[in-house]
């Protein structure tokens, strides 16, 4: 058997085969690009979907795409983008870089204190991060329609399986979720106007989160990449 790892980083998709002992038989990388205008700095949540296509057909160029037996999925914390109820993006991501949601930021650390936020989540207080960030989304009129907020991996989790999950560790850089308690933080959730539906559920890490469908959720998302891993899994 062989597997795929595909990582959703900030500026380019990588994919990783390798065989049950860990060598390395193909890897493919996909670069794209930022959209940046002062303290704005957005992203196509598209081009997470795309690169991740090219980045998988590179890796498997030459080898037999039925041994693959799984993929497993990782990506840059904290790039969100909102979504519609179809699964389809709003607009653009704004990325774990973008600083305008400097006054949210400042009122939810009035609102629960500092030390409630990091004790918590195990982050300090942050613009860049989903708490401050999704606030300002909703605030800003610029994401009509607005349904779910998810990050770079549970919107890779969408798309392939239906399924937009991410684990702790992403939930927590997101500034959303109480590591202590194993949940999402309802206070947090309060004072940003955040609803527990508008978030993604919340599985431990490597958990299987589903088979990979065969068409795409969204008819905004290239079909591409369901695709090639339905000929894998199938």
Same mark, same amino acid.
């Given at each position: 058997?062989?597997?795929?790892?595909?990582?959703? +980083?900030?500026?380019?998709?990588?994919?990783?085969?390798?065989?049950?002992?860990?060598?390395?038989?193909?890897?493919?990388? $996909?670069?794209?690009?930022?959209?940046?205008?002062? =303290?704005?700095?957005?992203?196509?949540?598209?081009?997470?979907?795309?690169?991740?296509?090219?980045? %998988?057909?590179?890796?498997?160029? +030459?080898?037999?795409?039925?041994? %693959?037996? *799984?993929?497993?999925?990782?990506?840059?914390?904290?790039?969100?983008? $909102?979504?519609?109820?179809?699964?389809?993006?709003?607009?653009?991501?704004?990325?774990?870089?973008?600083?305008?949601?400097?006054?949210?930021?400042?009122? /939810?650390?009035?609102?629960?204190?500092?030390?409630?936020?990091?004790?918590?989540?195990?982050?300090?207080?942050?613009? *860049? /991060?989903?708490?401050?960030?999704?606030?300002?989304?909703?605030?800003?009129?610029?994401?009509?329609? $607005?349904?779910?907020?998810?990050?770079?991996?549970?919107?890779?989790?969408?798309? /392939?399986?239906?399924?937009? %999950?991410?684990?702790?560790?992403?939930?927590?850089?997101?500034?959303?979720?109480? %590591?202590?308690?194993?949940?999402?933080?309802?206070?947090?959730?309060?004072?940003?106007?955040?609803?527990?539906?508008?978030? =993604?559920?919340?599985? =431990?890490?490597? $958990?299987?989160?589903?088979?990979?469908?065969?068409?795409?959720?969204?008819?905004?998302?290239?079909?591409?990449?369901?695709?090639?891993?339905?000929? /894998?899994?199938?």
């Amino acid at each position: 058997m062989e597997f795929i790892g595909l990582d959703i +980083g900030t500026t380019g998709a990588k994919a990783l085969l390798a065989d049950e002992r860990g060598r390395v038989l193909g890897k493919g990388y $996909a670069g794209y690009g930022l959209i940046s205008d002062g =303290p704005r700095i957005e992203q196509r949540a598209g081009d997470w979907i795309e690169g991740g296509a090219k980045a %998988v057909r590179q890796a498997l160029e +030459g080898r037999d795409p039925s041994r %693959v037996a *799984a993929v497993a999925v990782s990506a840059q914390g904290a790039s969100t983008a $909102a979504f519609d109820a179809g699964g389809r993006p709003i607009g653009n991501a704004i990325t774990w870089m973008d600083a305008r949601a400097g006054a949210e930021a400042a009122e /939810l650390a009035d609102a629960l204190g500092s030390e409630y936020i990091y004790r918590n989540t195990g982050w300090r207080i942050n613009p *860049a /991060l989903d708490a401050a960030k999704i606030l300002y989304m909703k605030r800003s009129g610029k994401y009509p329609g $607005a349904k779910h907020f998810y990050s770079t991996a549970e919107y890779v989790n969408l798309f /392939l399986a239906g399924n937009p %999950v991410c684990d702790p560790t992403c939930a927590a850089i997101r500034q959303l979720y109480n %590591v202590p308690g194993g949940c999402y933080d309802e206070r947090i959730l309060r004072a940003a106007g955040i609803l527990t539906g508008e978030l =993604p559920e919340v599985l =431990p890490a490597g $958990a299987l989160i589903g088979a990979v469908m065969k068409k795409s959720k969204g008819k905004a998302n290239p079909n591409i990449l369901n695709e090639i891993f339905t000929k /894998l899994l199938s």
